[in-house]
């Protein structure tokens, strides 16, 4: 399904263009209930496009990748770059319009567009041929096209996908298919550094340990930019590269990397922000948005990378997060730092908060910070920061439609907040994906 904007919309200087935005990632071109706003068509297609069509006398620009229309990876590279970061901006005004914002939202491009992807999850597959390892195609959840190169990918990272390719081959060991369940190769996992460093972890079905010992030592040996490698097995149906065991194989279990003033460690499963530059900048926004005080929450902490830009301007910063390897990681991360003022809890943000005497009276917030999963928040969660009273709160989102949704209840509930700022962080380049920075006062 397809919204197709008319060449009357205000998207700014691309007049006369046809913008198409699938429908699923959130689009400007809906209202909160789903129906189309005036003025915008609703027009179905079966057709796998790309989402930005010119109508005849648009810019439109070749895109740089052999693989683009075919690879589900990038959808906008048929668009000059500022015409992107127009498009984005455009969705945020937007999407911010039914909160009474009509005053122009600043949308953060990237200098450099190219090559800023510091993670990536690929997925071998049977080809009629050869082994295939690549991304999933546009509109498919199980065609893979195979690549030897993604323009948003470091080269070095590119580099290690190829070996990692032609090694598994040599094994005649065969793909998995999800059809049959069988298979032995599942997904590749890569994390890169600024300095070109890789880490990989290869997820597989159970199988035999001496022939992926034998891929590790030849990968170490031929890929001097791989800085260590793990083993993943799962043989769960579910199409999820997350495995039920791990091996750390070669090299260094963790990758450093340089975030603003900070050196973090990082790992194959850890959630970092897919760009590093873009994320000190808005990292850096959200430390001056909140300003100073006594304590700061960062729930949903991952490494803890927010906390450490919080630590400096907050007496007291106390990050949560779920997963016990992130708790781990978060800590450490703030030794690494000379962080002594933050500390990690591990479990369910509405878990941990249940113990209200600890987190509404000895841990008072000024400020919280938000930085949930697409999904947004909990219900409960919305109640505790409420519950909590911060001054401000600092909500992070990829997604434009959870983050709407529970800023209506952050503005409906007792005490009432306000939206004070809107920031825009073009943090995927090529992609439809935007982030965004709120700020909300009470
Ligand atoms: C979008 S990431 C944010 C990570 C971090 N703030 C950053 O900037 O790198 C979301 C995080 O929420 C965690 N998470 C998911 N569900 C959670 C829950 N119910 N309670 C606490 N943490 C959760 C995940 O482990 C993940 O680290």
Known sequence: MWWVLPPDSPIPRRRGILHILQFGPPSPFRTRDGAAPSGVTHHMTSAQVSPSIDAPGAARITPRCPYFGTCGGCRHQDLAYADQVALKQERLQRAFASFGITSP?????????????????????????????GFHAAGSFTRVVDIDDCLLLPEP??????????????????AYRAKTHDGFFRYLLLRSNRSGRVLAALITSSGPAEVVERMADALMRRRPELAGIYWGRTDR????AMPESLTHLRGETHLEEQIGPFRVHIHPFTFVQANTVQADRLYRRLADRLGTGETAWDLYCGAGIIGLYLAGSFRRVFGIDSEPAHGVLARANAQRNGIENMQVETGGVDEVLMDRRRWFLDAAPEAIVVDPPRAGLQPGTVASILGARPRRIGYVSCNLSSLTRDLRLLSAGF????IAAVDGFDMFPHTEHVETLVLLER
Do not use: H, M, Q
């Open 105 to 133: 939202i600043g949308l953060t491009g990237c200098e450099d567009p190219w090559r800023y992807r510091n993670k990536a999850e690929l997925t071998f597959a049977a080809g009629s041929e050869r082994l295939l390892l």
């Open 157 to 174: 990272a590119a580099a290690v996908l190829r070996e990692v390719r032609e090694l598994a081959a040599s094994t005649g060991l065969p």
């Open 237 to 240: 149906l579910a199409d999820v």
């Open 415 to 418: 005490p009432r907040y306000r």
